[in-house]
């Protein structure tokens, strides 16, 4: 089995589990605000176009969609991109199964970007800020 399929299957096989987690699920009010406070910092204040990387089941995409962001969630495990789609069901956000290291999202424009898998975030326009990121370490690409 490949790296893509091993790692889709474990994901999928955590994913009916996923937001149990307190930080996954974001169920807990206390831990909610406390993502929401640090989504806050990152994010524009008015309405953007917002790439999640590793979206998982959508919690932090739904927050940023609450705040009239324009969503697009990206994750390698056909199982989460199935619950963050319920999740976010009527908020006018996307999901999509995809690797975060080549999101298959157009690159024009610019876009605000966090990756859900190392909780890091940048601003980009067509091309990684620069700010890297540790899951995928692709420096001038994707965050």
């Known amino acids: 089995m490949c790296a893509e399929s091993s790692t889709s299957a474990y994901w999928d096989a955590a994913a009916a589990g996923f937001d149990d987690e307190p930080?996954?699920?974001l169920r807990d009010p206390a831990v909610r605000e406390a993502w929401a406070g640090r989504l806050r910092g990152w994010l524009p204040q008015r309405g953007a176009d917002v790439l999640d990387l590793g979206c998982g089941t959508g919690s932090l995409a739904l927050l940023a969609a609450e705040w009239g962001h324009r969503v697009t969630g990206v994750d390698r495990s056909p199982r989460m991109v199935e619950l963050a789609r319920a999740k976010l069901a009527g908020t006018g956000a996307?999901?999509?199964?995809g690797d975060a290291a080549e999101p298959p999202v157009g690159r024009g424009g610019s876009m605000s970007c966090w990756c859900g898998i190392c909780c890091g975030?940048?601003?980009i326009s067509g091309r990684c800020c620069g700010v890297g990121c540790g899951c995928c370490g692709?420096?001038?690409g994707w965050c």
């Open 23 to 25: 930080d996954h699920g």
């Open 94 to 97: 996307s999901v999509i199964v």
């Open 121 to 123: 975030c940048c601003r």
């Open 138 to 140: 692709r420096a001038g």
